[in-house]
Nanobody
Framework: QVQLVESGGGLVQAGGSLRLSCAASGRTFSSYAMAWFRQAPGKEREFVGVIGWSGDSSYVDSVKGRFTISRDNAKNTVYLQMNRLKPEDTAVYYC?????????????????WGQGTQVTVST
């Protein structure tokens, strides 16, 4: 069983930055692929990015060049650095863990979820 706890959300002006953190319980964190998803009001949950056990990462086109995912296996933590934020980035951001080392982009591929953290970008 893995428990995920996100933190770092908040209100920021357009063009600003935020760093989200996701702390995971469990001794096998390094063997999990970790992803970030987001969900805006009235919209489906959207894949943001993923990092595999080896550190390889991929992102949805809308955040490429602005968002960076990293992981610290010693701290059982994954991060989402968000730069040059836009109002359309406003959403609840969720951390997810997959019981596989390989990354995936569908929410159905993930076994564990955090409670979410709100990110609001104002104009």
């Amino acid at each position: 069983q893995v428990q995920l706890v996100e933190s770092g959300g908040g209100l920021v002006q357009a063009g600003g930055s935020l760093r989200l953190s996701c702390a995971a319980s469990g001794r096998t964190f390094s063997s999990y692929a970790m992803a970030w998803f987001r969900q805006a009001p009235g919209k489906e949950r959207e894949f943001v990015g993923v990092i595999g056990w080896s550190g390889d990462s991929s992102y949805v086109d809308s955040v490429k060049g602005r968002f960076t995912i990293s992981r610290d296996n010693a701290k059982n933590t994954v991060y989402l650095q968000m730069n040059r934020l836009k109002p359309e980035d406003t959403a609840v951001y969720y951390c997810a863990a997959r019981s596989s080392r390989e990354p995936a982009g569908s929410p159905y591929e993930y076994d564990y979820w955090g409670q979410g953290t709100q990110v609001t970008v104002s104009t």
